[in-house]
């Protein structure tokens, strides 16, 4: 069974760091785009991050530029969000989701979801 599973989230304050993991269950994630995606209470879920198959090219939006750096291993099958300053404001549930196209101009259409993992920044 395909399954992205992710994982990292949790509890952290203002200005702290946290790395998280999107792992690929029964496949491999190597072909695919990845991206990062959150949501937050009341809120539409938004795109954060993306990476290209092979790695070599990122899109990450406005609001977490300069914070948030999302990278590859595709030796683990693993892609990875790592995220700096933290704010409140960045408290969410972040998805990873997979894309069979390798990159895309434009927004990627995901084919595949993970579950989420929890994000809270509070003091």
């Known amino acids: 069974q395909w399954q992205l599973v992710e994982s990292g989230g949790g509890l952290v304050q203002p200005g702290g760091s946290l790395r998280l993991s999107c792992v690929g269950s029964?496949?491999?994630?190597?072909?695919?785009?990845i991206g990062w995606f959150r949501q937050a209470p009341g809120k539409e879920r938004e795109g954060v991050s993306r990476?290209?198959?092979?790695?070599?090219?990122?899109s990450t939006s406005d609001a977490v530029k300069g914070r948030f750096t999302i990278s590859r291993d595709n030796a683990k099958n693993t892609v990875y969000l790592q995220m700096n300053s933290l704010q409140p404001e960045d408290t969410a549930v972040y998805y990873c989701?997979?894309?069979?196209?390798?990159?895309?101009?434009?927004?990627?259409?995901?084919?595949?979801w993970g579950q989420g993992t929890q994000v809270t920044v509070s003091s």
């Open positions: 989701a997979a894309d069979k196209r390798q990159w895309t101009i434009g927004p990627m259409i995901p084919d595949y």
């Open positions: 029964g496949f491999s994630l190597g072909v695919y785009q």
């Open positions: 990476i290209s198959s092979s790695g070599r090219t990122t």
